[in-house]
């Protein structure tokens, strides 16, 4: 593995784990000369590897509180690894805006988790619990038909009365809501690539500061007849993306307009990443297999030619890796859209005398 970059998420019951295919996972091998039984048949960890726990667990720290600022956000645990590199790292900070480039993770990703679990990730204010690994949802909620009673006491078979169940985290709070969801008018929609991202906006409440709702584009794709006349009835409705600096990101606003199909006056907007972004925000890049001659045809033509050499290469660039406060400010930013003029003292003065107020009355 390249030091470089950061290596791409895996998925599989050996990733990360560093076994093995034919070994079952948990199952290791005999304790040997020189290793304790007390660490599982693991040999102790030397200096070097204690110095690279102890200052990566007071990064987390410290990179916890960075991430919660201001106000107690909440952030995934990808997240909080990209902030951890930043606080290694102070110089990619200050150097940002100002030289653009793509900076290299000074810790590597095995290591920062080896440093979380050690620590224990319940200790960490702010970090949201992993999605579950199945039935995991972040889409929209799936409208019963007219039919179907929404009340237990609008059945004529008798029913057992059961308690509503209290959502414990947003992304399960998709099934079970009101069967007139689609009947208004949907002027904006958010699909997030990626699910944990979808999970953090939603805690963060940012579906309610922008009255957008954000689905995770794998969870709503393709998306639902009814959604789509939601969208249709509003008149001039967008359909945000935001996705990472990666051939399959970039091609997913494609991929969402196709799907819409003929539906007239729905716009689909990218909000990036794109390798220009990451550019200009030094984030941490990481190195994948190169997109073969398909995903590069599938690139967005607006791109730079030294942005598709970029994507050529295998590189890609994670929307988690923009800081927290930063994507949630950009996300409401883009998709409210400009806010109106703050009125001043003047201005608020000249209204007033166009108002009448103090003047002498007319009779």
Same mark, same amino acid.
């Given at each position: 593995?390249?030091?470089?970059?950061?290596?791409?998420?895996?998925?599989?019951?050996?990733?990360?784990?560093?076994?093995?295919?034919?070994?079952?996972?948990?199952?290791?091998?005999?304790?040997?000369?020189?290793?304790?039984?007390?660490?599982?048949? @693991?040999?102790?960890?030397?200096?070097?590897?204690?110095?690279?726990?102890?200052?990566?667990?007071?990064?987390?720290?410290?990179?916890?509180?960075?991430?919660?600022?201001?106000?107690?956000? @909440?952030?995934?645990?990808?997240?909080?690894?990209?902030?951890?590199?930043?606080?290694?790292?102070?110089?990619?900070?200050?150097?940002?805006?100002?030289?653009?480039?793509?900076?290299?993770?000074?810790?590597?990703?095995?290591?920062?988790?080896?440093?979380?679990?050690?620590?224990?990730?319940?200790?960490?204010?702010?970090?949201?619990? !992993?999605?579950?690994?199945?039935?995991?949802?972040?889409? !929209?909620? @799936?409208?019963?038909?007219?039919?179907?009673?929404?009340?237990?006491?609008?059945?004529?078979?008798?029913?057992?009365?059961?308690?509503?169940?209290? !959502?414990?985290?947003?992304?399960?709070?998709?099934?079970?809501?009101?069967?007139?969801?689609?009947?208004?008018?949907?002027?904006?929609?958010?699909?997030?690539?990626?699910?944990?991202?979808?999970?953090?906006?939603?805690?963060?409440?940012?579906?309610?500061?922008?009255?957008?709702?954000?689905?995770?584009?794998?969870?709503?794709?393709?998306?639902?007849?009814?959604?789509?006349?939601?969208?249709?009835?509003?008149?001039?409705?967008?359909?945000?993306?935001?996705?990472?600096?990666?051939?399959?990101?970039?091609?997913?606003?494609?991929?969402?307009?196709?799907?819409?199909?003929?539906?007239?006056?729905?716009?689909?907007?990218?909000?990036?990443?794109? !390798?220009?972004?990451?550019?200009?925000? +030094?984030?941490?890049?990481?190195?994948?297999?190169?997109?073969?001659?398909?995903?590069?045809?599938?690139?967005?033509?607006?791109? @730079?030619?030294?942005?598709?050499?970029?994507?050529?290469?295998?590189?890609?660039?994670?929307?988690?890796?923009?800081?927290?406060?930063?994507?949630?400010?950009?996300?409401?930013?883009?998709?409210?859209?400009?806010?109106?003029? +703050?009125?001043?003292?003047?201005?608020?003065?000249?209204?007033?005398?166009?108002?009448?107020?103090?003047?002498?009355?007319?009779?």
């Amino acid at each position: 593995m390249s030091q470089r970059h950061l290596p791409p998420p895996r998925s599989g019951p050996t990733a990360g784990t560093g076994q093995p295919s034919d070994r079952p996972a948990g199952v290791g091998r005999a304790p040997g000369a020189g290793q304790s039984a007390s660490t599982g048949g @693991r040999p102790a960890l030397g200096l070097s590897a204690r110095t690279t726990a102890g200052v990566a667990d007071r990064a987390i720290t410290a990179a916890a509180a960075r991430a919660g600022a201001p106000g107690g956000l @909440r952030f995934t645990e990808r997240q909080l690894y990209y902030e951890t590199c930043r606080v290694l790292s102070p110089g990619s900070t200050l150097l940002r805006g100002r030289v653009p480039g793509t900076p290299a993770p000074v810790l590597r990703l095995p290591a920062f988790t080896r440093a979380l679990e050690a620590r224990g990730r319940e200790t960490v204010p702010g970090l949201l619990p !992993p999605l579950p690994g199945s039935g995991a949802r972040v889409g !929209p909620p @799936r409208p019963r038909a007219r039919s179907e009673p929404s009340e237990p006491w609008a059945s004529t078979e008798p029913t057992k009365w059961k308690e509503p169940m209290e !959502p414990t985290e947003p992304w399960e709070a998709s099934e079970g809501s009101e069967p007139d969801v689609y009947d208004y008018g949907l002027p904006r929609l958010l699909l997030c690539q990626d699910r944990s991202i979808a999970g953090m906006l939603l805690a963060n409440h940012v579906h309610l500061e922008a009255a957008c709702p954000v689905f995770a584009a794998a969870d709503a794709l393709p998306l639902d007849p009814g959604l789509l006349a939601a969208l249709r009835r509003a008149e001039g409705a967008t359909v945000y993306v935001l996705h990472d600096a990666s051939p399959a990101g970039l091609a997913l606003p494609a991929l969402v307009r196709s799907g819409l199909g003929p539906v007239p006056g729905v716009r689909v907007v990218s909000l990036g990443l794109a !390798p220009r972004h990451a550019a200009a925000l +030094r984030l941490p890049t990481g190195r994948g297999p190169a997109p073969g001659p398909a995903g590069l045809t599938a690139l967005p033509a607006a791109l @730079r030619p030294r942005e598709a050499d970029w994507l050529a290469e295998g590189r890609f660039a994670e929307v988690a890796a923009v800081p927290p406060d930063r994507l949630l400010r950009t996300v409401l930013r883009l998709t409210r859209g400009p806010r109106p003029p +703050r009125d001043s003292l003047w201005s608020g003065l000249r209204g007033l005398r166009g108002a009448g107020f103090m003047t002498w009355p007319a009779a």
